[in-house]
């Protein structure tokens, strides 16, 4: 059993969406072609980039580009099918087989695990290929005079033996930095990306306008020292549509691209306030526990889902797939997206809700139900914005809010590991050259 990507996105700064252009990882693509004609049948690579940076835009155009090649199939995987790798003894796959895992490093222990499993294989469990694509964003760290490789890294490849027998199939191309670091898309490629944006919109730019552009997202995306792909497509939406950018900073882009989807959703729910108000808290409780089933509302989400039941079927369906940008229908609220937007959109709304601590504690009491997914949502929006003064200051001044209230092992377990990566992020300081 495996997944995909999802359909084909309808919003326009997610990687999913035909109309945005692919430039500037000519080297990139020609190394995963490479990674798949090594000629070992076991290898795994990893691909490590801040969010927004291109990671999964530049394997699903990879995929894409493989979907005629009948010696290979390539799948997404996701925490079900991580847990029931290592159910198998014989991968007799008719194919060559790629597997990719996006965040990766909430898998990292179970997929070394996996990997030692199979090197415990006898040759012919496998006649064929197995490549696996490892996404990831936390990188080395810098603390003090030591440097830190990234948690995920270590519980990976774990110790002693297997330590030693996975080094030997990571595979590494020497234009991904020694972890598999993505370096930054050239200025050539954010430009393309800007001036096709533009021309979708029948908008014309001039050269000066571009150069313009170019000199305000490096003035705005910092982080990396060379802008990333989904601020240029955000910049450049504000541009064209007469925003005044010349103030603008990260949060102001971010804050825009919010007021924008927010603007959509009321577009969809019409004059009915209450309607916009049960969508923007649904959407609110699918960012931070990574989705949410509509046929399993928590109880703080009753009086919300009771405004969609209110729809006839057509205008409910309408609604869901104009939330979720979706063509295709299903009973299910996808996270906020670009995911570094919707991580920030969850942060706002709990530095907004602070002056109520009581009710604030209730919401993320909840959210922590779903332990394993506010993690992984949680641990992500600490990796993207723990340079943020505003939103660092507002984590270190109310971890007894934010962390998990320990009632069982698995929450624990998050308690503990989120103090680690707080420790790391918080002191550390990123290697950009790591």
């Not at 033996?161 to 954010?190: N, T, V």
């Not at 990333?228 to 102001?252: G, K, S």
């Not at 809700?353 to 993320?364: F, N, T």
């Amino acid at each position: 059993s495996v997944i995909g990507p999802k359909t084909e996105s309808e919003n326009e700064f997610h990687y999913l969406n035909r109309k945005i252009g692919f430039w500037g990882r000519e080297e990139e693509i020609s190394a995963l072609d490479a990674f798949l004609e090594d000629q070992r049948k076991i290898l795994f690579m990893s691909i490590v980039a801040p969010g927004a940076s291109g990671k999964s835009k530049l394997v699903y155009e990879f995929v894409k580009q493989h979907e005629g090649d009948c010696s290979w199939e390539m799948k997404y995987i996701g925490k079900y099918q991580i847990d029931r790798l290592m159910s198998f003894d014989d991968y007799a796959y008719p194919k060559n087989l790629v597997l990719i895992v996006d965040y990766a490093g909430l898998h990292a222990h179970k997929l070394g695990e996996w990997l030692k499993h199979l090197l415990s294989l006898s040759e012919n469990a496998f006649p064929q290929k197995i490549r696996l694509i490892l996404l990831e964003r936390d990188r080395a760290v810098q603390i003090e005079s030591m440097q830190l490789l990234p948690l995920w890294n270590r519980e990976l490849l774990g110790d002693g033996e297997q330590r030693e027998k996975l080094k030997r199939i990571w595979y590494h191309a020497s234009c991904f930095g020694p972890m598999g670091e993505l370096r930054p898309l050239s200025d050539d490629a954010i430009r393309k990306i800007m001036i096709q944006y533009a021309n979708n919109h029948d908008r014309s730019l001039e050269d000066k306008e571009v150069d313009f552009l170019m000199k305000r997202l490096a003035q705005i995306d910092t982080l990396e020292g060379t802008p990333r792909p989904l601020f240029a497509l955000l910049l450049v939406e504000a541009y064209v549509y007469r925003h005044d950018v010349n103030q603008w900073n990260t949060d102001a882009i971010l804050e825009h691209c919010i007021v924008r989807t927010e603007k959509h959703w009321k577009e969809l729910c019409g004059d009915n306030t209450n309607l916009y108000a049960a969508v923007r808290d649904l959407v609110l409780y699918a960012t931070a526990t990574e989705g949410l089933d509509m046929d399993d509302i928590p109880d703080m989400l009753k009086q919300a889902s009771q405004q969609l039941d209110c729809l006839y079927d057509d205008s409910y369906v309408k609604l869901i797939c104009g939330v979720n940008q979706e063509v295709e229908y299903e009973n299910f609220i996808y996270s906020m997206e670009p995911d570094i937007v919707g991580e920030y959109y969850l942060l706002q709304s709990f530095i907004k809700a602070s002056c109520r601590k009581e009710r604030l504690r209730e919401r993320i009491s909840e959210y922590w139900l779903k332990t394993e997914n506010f993690f992984n949502v949680f641990a992500r929006c600490i990796y993207d914005y723990c340079t943020n003064p505003l939103i660092k200051g507002f984590i270190r001044e109310n971890l007894d809010l934010l962390l998990p209230p320990d009632r069982n092992e698995l929450e624990i377990e998050a308690h503990s590991r989120l103090l680690h990566i707080m420790l790391i992020k918080f002191r550390g300081k990123k290697i950009q050259d790591a």
